[in-house]
Each structure stands twice: as C-alpha cells, then as structure tokens.
C-alpha cells in the first residue's frame, strides 16, 4: 500500500484533486482507497467522495498531526485490512502541516508492506496574496513540507500571475516538483503530475522527501489553528420530508447566503471554506465558498453508492471568526431558511 498525502489550505482543493487522482489511479487498474480528516464533529468530504466511487473513511473532530494520530494508525490498519489498496490517499486538514503527519506514519511501522509516497501541497492561485498576507510563514512551511507543489485553479489566472507565482514557490522549495494546474478540468500537466506520482512509487523510495526538513511533534494539535487563526464549526440535520433537486438547491443557496452574510458581517475578508452537503433521495449537492470573494458554488454529484439518506451539513473553517460565531451564524441561518423541512 503506497500512501499519498494531498494537503494544503482550506479550500485550495484538497478533495477535487483526490476525487480526480483516484478515478485516475483506478483508470489504470490501481485499487484506491480515500482517508479524510475534518476539523468539525461531522464530515462533509467523506460524503463527497463517497459519491464520487471511491472507497472512504473519515476521522472526524481535530487533527491527525498529533491528537489524533491514534486514530489514524488505527484507520490506516482497518484501511489494510479492509480493502487493502495498492493506493491510500489520505487528505489531512487544512491547517495541518503535513510532514508531522508523515513523520507519524513513519513511526507506525506497518511494515514493508506500507510504502510512504510523496507528499504533495496545493496553493489555491487565485488567493496566494490574500494567503501570503494573512497567513505567510504557515503557508510557506506548507509548501516547504511538500515534495510536490501544486499551484490549482490556474483557470482563474492569466499567464504572468502564474509566472510568478510559480517562481515564488520554487523560491520557497527549490527541491520540490511543481505544476500548475486546474483540478477541476482536464489539461495536460494533470499526466505529467500524476507520472510524477506514479514513478515516486514504482521507483520505491525514490528520493523525492530528501529535501524536507524535520519537525518535532511536541506542541498541542491547536498550534496548527492558531498559527493560521482558524475558527471552526459543523453541524448536521435531518430534513423531514424528501426533496426534490430544485427545492433542495433552492435551500442549500439560502443556508450558504446566509452563512456568507453572517461570516462578512464579521470578517468582511475572510478566507477558508464553506461547505455544506445535501443528500436526499438519489440526489446529493454540495455548495462551497473559499473566500470573501466568492459566490456560492453548487454542483450536483450523484449518488453512485446507492446511499439512502435525508442529511444536511453544514461546515464553517475560516479565518478570524471564533467558533461561538461561526456556530450562532449556522444554526440561525439552518433555522430561518428551512424550518419546514429540518426536524434538528
Ligand atoms: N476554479 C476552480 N475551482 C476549483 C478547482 N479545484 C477546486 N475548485 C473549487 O474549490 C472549492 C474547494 O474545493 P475542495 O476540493 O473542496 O477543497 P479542499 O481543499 O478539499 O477543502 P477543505 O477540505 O475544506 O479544506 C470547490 O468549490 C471546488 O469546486 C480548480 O481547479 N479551479
Ligand atoms: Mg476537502
């Protein structure tokens, strides 16, 4: 079993990427399976990649840098026994530094039969200034913990900014391999990035982690959210009734205006994810906004697993919003906009 680790901040495209990595690896005849970590009590990426055909497990309420690196042995383990996949993609929080994770791992001993593959660290393009500005040190160790750096959502730039910040991260890392992709669509870089990955593997301990620099595990998980002064929250709710696609996305978009408004009201610049996950009946919605400037995205992603379920969740990581907050924005916004159908 070879485990990848796809870090990187919240929202820079952690899930999209391992939705797309997996149908790849799975293209060429690899077994994969899929282990999310969330900050909140309740996951939402578990869920979506789950509809996405991929085999997951979720290990929710923290991080699995330190605290929960009991947890993560024992997924791992129950991961091996399972399915054991040729492929672990393991999907860390946003604020987590991912070679603390790594360096657990290691220390697991699973064995030989459990290869420790690259780690790779996305950059959300079109946010670099807003993350250098707010968050630059933790950003920049994110990058320097990576063998491979992905700067995504390059269909929201043009040629010069990814020009330069491409020349920023080899900057950061010189040793590490770069792309600059769009997770979301098909171009070219996405073969050669994911050759990149394969040969990390097939050559066995090819020296990609050679230029990463060791951390010493020894400070409460929290340091990660405070470094990047996080707030969190995650609710979930059972609607009452089934609905269809229209009214169900006509009730995600009102929680997710909500939520955005509340949000601004208190941080007018805020940056990392709002997510929230809709499955009822056959049809399963997901709506997200990674900062300040965007307007709610909705996309439908059926439900290729058969999961019967009524649920709604609603997930809240952002900068400078305390959790009190964020939990007060949520659970209004879930009561005003859908009373009729949340039973709570
Ligand atoms: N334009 C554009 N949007 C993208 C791309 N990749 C991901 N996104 C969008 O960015 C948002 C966040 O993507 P996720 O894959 O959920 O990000 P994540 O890193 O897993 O988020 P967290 O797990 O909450 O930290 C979603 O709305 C995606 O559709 C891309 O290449 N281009
Ligand atoms: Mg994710």
Same mark, same amino acid.
């Given at each position: ?133 707010? !968050? ?50 098909? #171009?070219?870089?996405?073969? !050669? ?13 090819? @020296?990609? !982690? ?15 959210? @405070?470094?990047? @002064? ?9 609607? !009452?009734?089934?609905? #269809? ?100």
């Amino acid at each position: 079993m070879n485990i990848i680790l796809v870090s990187g901040f919240l929202g820079s495209g952690k899930t999209t990427s391992i939705i797309r990595m997996g149908n790849h690896f799975k293209s060429k005849g690899y077994s994969v399976a899929v282990l999310v970590n969330d900050i909140g009590d309740v996951g939402v990426d578990g869920q979506v990649i789950s509809n996405n055909g991929l085999e997951s497990k979720e290990i929710p309420r923290g991080c699995i840098c330190c605290t929960l690196k009991y947890a993560l042995e024992a997924n791992i383990s129950l991961v091996q026994a399972q399915f054991d996949p040729d492929i672990l993609l393991i999907e860390p929080t946003g604020v987590a530094f991912p070679l603390r994770i790594k360096e657990q791992i290691e220390k697991m001993d699973f064995g030989p039969e459990v290869n420790m593959g690259p780690i790779i660290s996305l950059i959300d393009g079109s946010k670099f200034g807003e993350l250098m500005e707010h !968050s630059g040190d933790s950003i920049i160790k994110q990058v320097k913990n990576a063998d491979i750096v992905v700067l995504n959502k390059q269909d929201l730039l043009d040629r010069e900014q990814v020009a330069e910040i491409m020349s920023t991260i080899k900057d950061f890392n010189p040793d590490s391999a770069t792309f600059s992709l769009s997770m979301e669509s098909c #171009d070219g870089s996405f073969n !050669s990035f994911m050759e990149k990955i394969e040969s990390s593997f097939i050559e066995e301990n090819a @020296n990609l !982690s050679s230029n990463t620099t060791p951390i010493a595990c020894n400070t409460a998980c929290d340091d990660e959210f @405070n470094h990047f @002064n996080v707030g969190s929250y995650a609710g979930s709710y059972e609607l !009452s009734a089934l609905l #269809d696609g229209e009214t169900a996305s006509g009730l995600v978009l009102d929680v997710m205006q909500s939520v955005r408004s509340g949000i601004l009201d208190i941080n007018p610049q805020f940056l990392g994810h709002l997510k929230m996950f809709l499955h009822t009946g056959s049809v399963g919605l997901r709506v997200s906004v990674t900062s300040y400037k965007d307007q709610p995205k909705l996309e439908f992603i059926g439900s290729e697993n058969g999961n019967a379920g009524n649920t709604f969740t609603v997930f809240a990581a952002v900068t400078d919003v305390a959790r009190d907050n964020l939990e007060d924005i949520i659970e209004s916004a879930v009561n005003a906009s859908s009373s009729q159908f949340i039973a709570a």
